[in-house]
């Protein structure tokens, strides 16, 4: 039997960056979620993942966009993270963002930005994987906000 308690403490040895992943849901409202599940799956064709709660709030939206993107969060950008990760439906209000042209709410002054078209969605134990495929890209050299073991960290590159 595994313990869910000691698989989540064994999980978080495995030190991720932090990210917010952003879509317009059905009626055009911007969503957020801060997400450290993401990862590379393939570079020909660019596919990149991440993987959402069942239980989010935000579910829908994600599940029926055909656009969203992963902002990767600078190590300034920490307030962002822990403000995304609340379920609150205003959660854009008083949060500075701009619109790509899919109509995906893009946060400012990020490291990375990974625009993607929904590739395929996994139905995956308590959560679904969603794949994306990257139809553009942009990225900084600023320092990467660090998610480790429970805690935030920065580090120096
Ligand atoms: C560092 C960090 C990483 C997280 N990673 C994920 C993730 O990959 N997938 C996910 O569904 N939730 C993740 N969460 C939790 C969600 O951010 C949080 O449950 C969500 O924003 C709550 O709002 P909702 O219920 O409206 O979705 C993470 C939270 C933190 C602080």
Known sequence: MIDGKAFRQCLG???TGVTVVTCSDADGNPCGITANSF???SL???L???NIAKVSNSLEGYLNAEHFAI???SADQQALSSHFARSDHTMFS????SLSDDGVPLLPDTIATF????HQIHDCGDHFVVIG??????STDADPLVFYSGTYHNIKT
């Open 71 to 73: 902002n990767v969060l």
């Open 13 to 15: 040895k495995f030190a």
């Open 94 to 97: 008083g949060v500075e963002y």
């Open 44 to 46: 020909d064709p660019p």
């Open 115 to 118: 625009h993607c078209r929904t």
């Open 39 to 41: 990862s590379s799956v």
């Open 48 to 50: 990149v993942l991440w």
């Open 133 to 138: 495929e990257v139809t553009d890209h942009q």
